[in-house]
Nanobody
Framework: QVQLVESGGGLVQPGGSLRLSCAAS????????MAWYRQPPRKQRALVAS???????NYDNSVKGRFTISRDNAKNTVYLQMNSLKLEDTAVYYC???????????WGQGTQVTVSS
C-alpha cells in the first residue's frame, strides 16, 4: 500500500509563496488521479487542485492562476506551488491519490499552511 507524506507547509506572509511536496512510498506512475485538498479552521475539507495521469489539471476557482499542481514520476512526488498567498489560504493541506476509479483513496497526514502578517 502506497503511503503519502506531505511537507513544505509553514508560516508565510500574504503575497508570499510556498511549495508543498507529497512524497509517495511507492511508484506513482500508474496512479490515475492525484490531488491536493485543504481544510481551513472550522470548515470542511475541499478540493484545491487535481492532476490526472494524462496531466490534465483542474483547480478550484479560488486558486486559479496562483497555484500549480505537478508530478514528478521519477521522484514519486506531487507538488503544489502556491504563489500570491492570501489569508484565506490558511488551512491544513492534504495530499490525495486514487489509483483507479473505484479503488480505495489514499490520504497523507496533512501539512499546515498559515498565511499571516
Amino acid at each position: 500500500q502506497v503511503q503519502l507524506v506531505e511537507s513544505g507547509g509553514g508560516l508565510v506572509q500574504p503575497g508570499g509563496s510556498l511549495r508543498l511536496s507529497c512524497a509517495a512510498s511507492g511508484s506513482i506512475s500508474s496512479i490515475q488521479f492525484m490531488a491536493w485538498y485543504r481544510q481551513p479552521p472550522r470548515k470542511q475539507r475541499a478540493l484545491v487542485a487535481s492532476l490526472t495521469i494524462g496531466n490534465t489539471s483542474n483547480y478550484d476557482n479560488s486558486v486559479k492562476g496562483r497555484f500549480t499542481i505537478s508530478r514528478d514520476n521519477a521522484k514519486n512526488t506531487v507538488y503544489l506551488q502556491m504563489n500570491s498567498l492570501k489569508l484565506e489560504d490558511t488551512a491544513v493541506y492534504y495530499c490525495y491519490a486514487r489509483r483507479a476509479v473505484g479503488s480505495t483513496p489514499l490520504w497523507g497526514q496533512g501539512t499546515q499552511v498559515t498565511v499571516s502578517s
